[in-house]
């Protein structure tokens, strides 16, 4: 009896009670956290295509995520990824200062994604129209991210240290990915662009990770497909864009 009564005494001397109060703050602060990464992902996967009106969406959302108290995994992926998009929407635009703006976000959302990598695993888990949890994001995404960035270095600058690393992210995405069908899709890439390189002619054809916005909804895109047409007229850009679905059930 005593010895009882000592052990519920020590558990709650004034450092014990202090320690498990911080922790239970920690605990609840992270479930606000998580649930504020969730509510942003929900938004974000909801932003339509026009790209006008994106591209505002995209911006106002960043200033959000920009504005947060604390980063996490989770908020340096979103950020990222928003960075990702607004760069698909500068680059090729005949603006000067939104062209400087497309490798301004590039460069953010490789600072961001290997920020978020810089740690321990993470997840935003969303709800799709269904009701049912799906994953927004993870670690693996994030290296695959950082995979095509990467690439895109090489694509612009034939430097073969870019292609390697490149190759290495990708590596790295498939460990990371306990989903087998997702895993096939990201080999899928991989292998594709493994191909086209050793063809010696990526500008012909090349094949990026879609956005999660596009990933995530009905009409899905595992990746897009860029090849060169070689007659008629080209789109702008010099690319004909192909969404491809590819992931093995």
């Known amino acids: 009896m005593e010895k009882i009564e000592s052990e519920i005494y020590k558990n709650n001397e004034p450092e014990n009670f202090s320690g498990n109060v911080a922790v239970l703050e920690r605990e609840e602060g992270a479930e606000k956290t998580e649930k504020k990464m ?37 908020s340096d992926f979103l950020k990222g990824q928003l960075c990702l998009e607004l760069y698909d929407i500068y680059k090729n635009s005949d603006k000067k200062e939104k062209s400087i703006l497309a490798n301004d976000f ?29 994953i927004f994001a993870s670690k693996s995404h994030a290296l695959a991210y950082l995979g095509d960035i990467t690439a895109k270095d090489f694509y612009e600058n034939g430097n073969g240290a870019d292609w390697n690393k490149s190759l290495e992210y990708y590596k790295k995405a498939i460990e990371a990915e306990p989903d087998e069908g997702k895993k096939h899709e990201l080999k899928v890439i ?26 995530l909804r009905g009409r899905t895109a595992d990746f897009s497909l ?20 590819w992931t093995k059930r």
């Open 38 to 74: 969730a509510a942003l992902a929900e938004e974000y996967l909801s932003f339509n295509n026009n790209e006008t009106r994106l591209e505002k969406d995209l911006n106002d959302m960043l200033e959000k995520v920009n504005s947060l108290e604390e980063t996490s995994p989770p």
């Open 106 to 134: 590039l460069e953010q959302a490789n600072e961001s994604f290997l920020e978020s990598i810089n740690g321990d695993d993470f997840e935003i888990t969303v709800k799709n129209k269904e009701g049912k949890e799906i």
């Open 190 to 215: 991989m292998d594709i662009r493994k191909i086209t390189h050793y063809l010696g002619d990526e500008n012909k054809f090349k094949v990026w990770k879609t956005s999660r916005r596009i990933d």
């Open 226 to 245: 860029k090849y060169a047409s070689t007659c008629g007229k080209k789109k702008k850009g010099g690319a004909t864009p192909l969404f491809c679905v």
